[in-house]
C-alpha cells in the first residue's frame, strides 16, 4: 500500500453541554485513530465552538486502526470534565458523503462531493452530562487524483485488512 494520510477535520461542535458555573464550557477535542493522539486546542466560554483543526494520520498497512474515537471535554483549572463522545467505524467513514447521503465513496479531503457532517455526541455513562453534535471531515490527502473507483478499492482493501466492519 503506498503511503496514504488521513486526513480528519474536526470542525466544530454544536449546542454543548454547560459544564462550568459561568454557563459556559471550555470545550476541547481529543481524536485517537489506533495508538496516535490528536488534541484541538481549548475554545473558552463556548457552548458553540469552531475549531477548523485539521490532523493527518498516516496509513499504514502494518498499523490499521478500527475505529476513530471523538471526544470533546471541557477544560478546567484542576482537571476536565466529559462532554461527549463518537466512535466511527474505519468501514463506515465515508458512509456521509454526497450531501448527507450514503454513497460511502471514499474521497480525497478537498473534494468537493466530500462535505462535512454532524455526528450526535453520545455519553459513557448515564450520568455523563451530554448533548450536541460535532462537526467532521474525513478524507486523503497528500495523494494523486484517482477515480471513485479506485478510490473505493483502495478503501475496501485497507479496512478489510483492519478487520472493520
Known sequence: ?????LRIGVL???DLAIADKNGFSDPYVIVRVGKSKYQTPVIPKNLNPVWNAVFDHKLSSTN????????VWDDDSFGRDFLGE????MRRLFDR????GNDGIPR???DPRNLPAAYTLQKKTAKSNVKGDIVLKFGFSNTPDRSDED???????????AGAS
Open 97 to 100: 458523503n454526497s450531501g448527507g
Open 151 to 161: 478510490w473505493i478499492y483502495f478503501w475496501e482493501q485497507y479496512t478489510v485488512q
Open 108 to 110: 480525497k479531503y478537498d
Open 1 to 5: 500500500m503506498a503511503d496514504v494520510n
Open 64 to 71: 490499521i486502526p478500527v475505529a476513530i474515537t471523538v471526544t
Open 86 to 89: 463518537v466512535t466511527i467505524p
Open 12 to 14: 466544530a461542535a454544536r
